[in-house]
């Protein structure tokens, strides 16, 4: 019979860790598995009933989420089981390839167990010793489901977020209280139109991205050269008519405009930036005639900015001084949520709106 002890960090990775004790248990009741707060009675010495558990066990199961992947707690249990040579494997619940790049001891050494992988069921069931079985397949396939109901129940941002918002907040300059979560949406209190976010959308979409539109005014720091990577990209996928799904659409403030006057407080400085950079666009794509159908101009006031990346909607409202003029928008606060959120549609519909009121810049 093996010892199995069961370490968790926080109100999620508890709730997961309560669904992997129930699964170990459901599958194979000779096992002998500790949790704490499930198996520490009232009056009990906490952290002395602990360390004589990890001595006793033979198996440390880390319950890994991308919130308490740094949690000293874990780190501690982590550490005193690898240095009793105890078995330590790490369940990792959300997919998170940085989940162990904190710290190169003890977890480096340890092979994970990943539920989000498609082999789960059969590398799960072969190290804990289990019969596979249509009973034993169809508790996992209960167990996977209880998962997600968790996981969705913890979820600050949607889904398609996720991986994005990770990006940003592994970048420092997004970091400082940032972000704040409400209604399925990441409030970041600054960071727009800088370098940084610039640098997490192109990475988030390069070879794997189907949709980028961008409604901006100049577009400078998309066409400063920091990014001929993304332009050497969509050149190659226009060997194909339909750039092999991929939808990128870019636009341009018209510097024909009247618009143009109410733009920026220093209105010749920015008519020439514009002028600047629509020259260094047409130079990028050249006589590329797919890709330039991908570049529009729109002569509107535009309200709302909003890029969209795949199934993200990056978005900042433009604050307006008493003469109508926007305020910078570098080092803004922005949003981001769910393309398929109420507020994702709408802003698909006004992008597509503008879109279709433009003309070819080329």
């Avoid at 300059?173 to 997490?200: C, H, M, Q, S």
């Avoid at 006589?287 to 570049?295: A, E, T, V, Y």
């Amino acid at each position: 019979m093996s010892n199995i002890f069961i370490s968790w960090s926080k109100a999620k990775s508890k709730d997961l860790a309560i669904e992997m004790k129930n699964i170990l248990e459901s599958l194979n009741p000779q096992l002998n598995i500790f949790m704490s707060e499930e198996n520490i009675s009232a009056g009990e010495r906490v952290q002395e009933k602990i360390i004589k558990k990890i001595i006793a066990c033979d198996i440390l199961l880390l319950c890994f989420t991308k919130e308490n992947k740094k949690s000293p707690w874990l780190l501690y249990e982590a550490g005193f089981a690898s240095g009793l040579d105890k078995m330590v494997i790490p369940i990792l619940f959300d997919n998170d390839p940085n989940w162990h790049s904190w710290i190169d001891n003890p977890m480096n050494i340890s092979r994970e167990i990943n539920i989000n992988q498609e082999n789960f069921e059969r590398i799960f069931l072969k190290c804990f010793n289990l019969c596979d079985t249509p009973y034993t397949r169809n508790v996992l396939y209960s167990f996977l489901q209880k998962i997600e109901i968790i996981k969705e129940k913890y979820r600050q941002v949607d889904i398609q977020c996720e991986d994005f918002i990770d990006l940003l907040i592994s970048n420092n300059a997004f970091r400082v209280e940032n972000p704040i979560y409400k209604n399925k949406t990441a409030y970041f209190l600054t960071g727009f139109e800088t370098y940084d976010l610039w640098k997490a959308v192109v990475a988030s979409f390069l070879y794997s991205g189907k949709y980028l539109w961008i409604y901006g005014r100049k577009n400078m720091k998309l066409f400063g050269g920091n990014f001929k990577e993304l332009f050497d990209y969509l050149d190659e996928k226009t060997v194909n008519e339909d750039m092999f799904g991929i939808d990128f659409r870019c636009l341009f403030l018209d510097p024909s405009s009247d618009e143009v006057k109410y733009a920026h407080k220093q209105q010749d400085i920015f008519s020439l930036e514009l002028g600047a950079t629509i020259k260094r666009a047409k130079h990028q794509v050249g006589d590329n005639h797919i890709l330039q159908k991908c570049f529009r101009k729109y002569s509107n006031r535009r309200e709302e900015v909003i890029i969209r990346l795949d199934n993200c909607i990056i978005y900042s409202k433009p604050h307006f001084d008493q003469d109508g003029q926007p305020q910078i928008m570098t080092n803004a606060k922005f949003e981001v949520f769910s393309a398929s959120s109420p507020r994702g549609q709408q802003c698909i519909e006004k992008y597509c709106c503008v879109w279709n009121s433009a003309v070819d810049l080329f």
